[in-house]
């Protein structure tokens, strides 16, 4: 990576350090700074990736918002299209490979997938979104403060990471 590329990957960190900070929503965030950054991926992912945050309807026990975010991003670029149903492509063998580089950095770093188990490792303990209370524990042990929001950054860097070394060009 050049100076320029590891440049690019801190403002991108950044970015979606900042929007989950700012908006939540961590898939989005995700998509969104890299949406600032890349050509190639459209409003309509980022819609259709808002109820994966927290785990999925922020229920916890799915993959984390952020990780999907990512996946949607890098499926953006190699994903199957529509017509290529029943086809064994080469972008599909592509997608799952890069899919997974990021999938394995993010649980090796995290301890798992699901939004519950990355709360555990980086906020001691798992809460429920949907309890006022506990969503007020949330906020106080840093979800939004610095939490969640390195998780997105760094979910975001990485997918960049990938993109770049795919040969995906970042916006002039």
């Keep these: 990576m050049t100076k320029k590329d590891q440049q690019l990957l801190e403002e991108i960190y950044k ?9 939540g929503a961590c898939p989005q965030a995700v998509l969104a700074a890299l949406q600032d950054f890349f050509d190639g991926i459209d409003d309509q992912v980022i819609k259709a990736v808002h109820a994966f945050a927290g785990g999925g309807a922020l229920c916890g026990e799915g993959t984390c918002g952020a990780l999907a975010g990512g996946l949607a991003a890098i ?4 994903g199957r299209e529509r017509s290529e149903f ?5 972008a599909r063998k592509k997608n ?9 950095k993010f649980n090796g770093t995290f301890g ?7 709360q555990e490792n ?3 303990r798992s809460y429920n979104m949907w309890d006022p209370e506990e969503y007020q524990e949330f906020e106080k042990a840093g979800g939004h403060k610095d939490k969640c929001t390195n998780v ?5 860097r990485w ?3 990938i993109l770049l070394e795919k040969g995906i060009e970042p916006k002039k």
């Design 96 to 104: 799952f490979s890069y899919a997974g580089q990021l999938q394995q």
């Design 15 to 23: 970015r979606a350090y900042e929007y989950e900070a700012k908006y």
């Design 122 to 124: 980086v906020l001691g």
């Design 112 to 118: 798992g997938t699901s939004c519950r188990q990355v």
């Design 86 to 90: 029943g086809q064994k492509t080469a």
């Design 159 to 161: 997918t960049a990471e």
């Design 152 to 156: 997105s950054g760094q979910v975001a």
């Design 75 to 78: 499926s953006s670029y190699y």
